[in-house]
């Protein structure tokens, strides 16, 4: 089969490929080959010649448009291959000594935040919660101790709060806020401080682990009951109806001189075994209902965090208060012993305490108070949870600017 380029007129002629385009041409009428540059590059035009072709080659100006110039296209795959070259840098393995330890770098904070600053985010929270239902824990206190020595008689927390106002006035909810003034902020601090220390070490990385968050709870409860122990023994004693003591400066003198340094210390035994389980029941439960309410709205989690961690800290406030009433009127009747009319104990010992409540009022005395502690911990835990938890965002966001 013939082609074009067979033709016998053709034998003398140049054949250049220009564009994947054979075009062939009299290579006598071109007087003097040009370069062609196409806007500064380079025009790479690839000559074949007719096996007869008997004239040399020849560069050729190809007949298009100037506008056309513009378009260069790529040259084909195989080419690029064969002309590209591997610039990465090559690596080879250096043996390292045998006494080689990487370095490791150890971060101080945990939740992004130092230690001083969960003691002061917990200070302020413990404070808030404390003042903020202090009116409560007074009635609390008064229906726990009522009757002293004798029978209980059969009496409400709405007859409690009739009585209180009537005879002493508004101002004899607040007795004994001072006490707890001084003792709330140091034994939060030393409470939450703990608790995240804690958490951070037995949890394992696993931020849903309940056994780790009650046994924080636990040991934060020990180290802060011994802060708080004695200024709650003030506080209840100021809290009493017809209470001897004029304040919190005088209480401490007199029992000082009274009773000894170890009257203060008197209900820690109590206190630590009704707060123990108190606080693993209270910090599971609210981890828990933390988590379950994140997931109801997970979109929303952010803008709704406030009302997450206010729930989760009534409802974990509620369930440990009513579990541990029991307990918690045995360590109020230990800490008033001796005063207004209240049983004076021989020794410090729940079983004591538990059994003489049981013979003289049976097992609904061991109740006693339970709905004002309620009312006491489910507010309170949730402005507890809520303040501590904004005291962290507030911190945080603070590292964050600093960082």
């Not at 005088?250 to 707060?275: H, P, W």
Request: net charge positive; with cysteine; glycine share 6%.
């Amino acid at each position: 089969m013939k082609t074009p380029f067979d033709s016998p007129s053709l034998q003398s002629r140049e054949i250049i490929v220009y564009n994947d385009n054979p075009i062939p041409f009299d290579s006598k009428a071109i007087a003097k080959p040009k370069l062609f540059n196409l806007s500064g590059s380079l025009n790479t035009i690839t000559h074949y010649h007719h096996p007869l072709a008997i004239s040399k080659p020849k560069l050729f100006t190809p007949p298009f448009k100037r506008e056309a110039q513009h378009h260069h296209p790529p040259p084909p795959p195989s080419t690029m291959a064969a002309t590209t070259t591997d610039a990465s840098p090559k690596f080879r393995h250096v043996p390292q000594p045998s006494d080689y330890r990487p370095e490791i770098s150890v971060n101080s904070s945990h939740d992004g935040l130092e230690f001083w600053q969960f003691m002061i985010a917990g200070s302020i929270a413990g404070s808030v919660e404390h003042m903020a239902m202090f009116p409560v824990d007074t009635l609390k206190t008064r229906m726990q101790v009522i009757g002293g020595s004798y029978p209980a008689p059969s009496i409400g927390l709405r007859q409690v709060l009739g009585s209180l106002l009537k005879v002493e006035g508004p101002a004899g909810l607040y007795r004994g806020i001072a006490a707890m003034g001084l003792g709330a902020g140091p034994s939060h601090a030393v409470y939450f401080s703990v608790y995240e220390l804690c958490k951070d070490y037995f949890s394992a990385g696993n931020p849903n682990n309940s056994a780790a968050h009650a046994v924080s709870g636990v040991f934060a409860t020990v180290a802060s009951d011994s802060v708080i122990t004695p200024m709650d023994m003030v506080k209840q004693r100021l809290q009493l109806k017809s209470t001897p003591y004029k304040g919190v400066v005088d209480c401490v003198k007199r029992v000082l001189v009274e009773e000894g340094i170890q009257a203060f210390y008197a209900s820690y035994r109590t206190t630590v075994v009704m707060n123990a389980p108190f606080t693993a029941v209270h910090f599971a439960t609210y981890e828990a209902a933390k988590r379950g309410l994140s997931e109801v709205s997970p979109e929303n989690a952010d803008d709704e965090k406030l009302v997450v961690h206010a729930t989760a800290g009534a409802v974990a406030g509620a369930f440990a208060a009513a579990v541990t009433t029991p307990l918690d009127v045995a360590k109020t009747q230990l800490q008033c012993q001796g005063v207004c009319g209240c049983d004076r104990f021989s020794s410090g010992s729940i079983r004591d305490v538990i059994k003489t409540v049981v013979k003289k009022d049976g097992y609904s005395g061991l109740m006693r108070g339970w709905i004002p502690r309620m009312l006491f911990h489910a507010p309170a835990a949730a402005i507890c949870w809520s303040t501590y938890e904004a005291a962290k965002a507030f911190f945080q966001e603070l590292n964050g600017r600093n960082n």
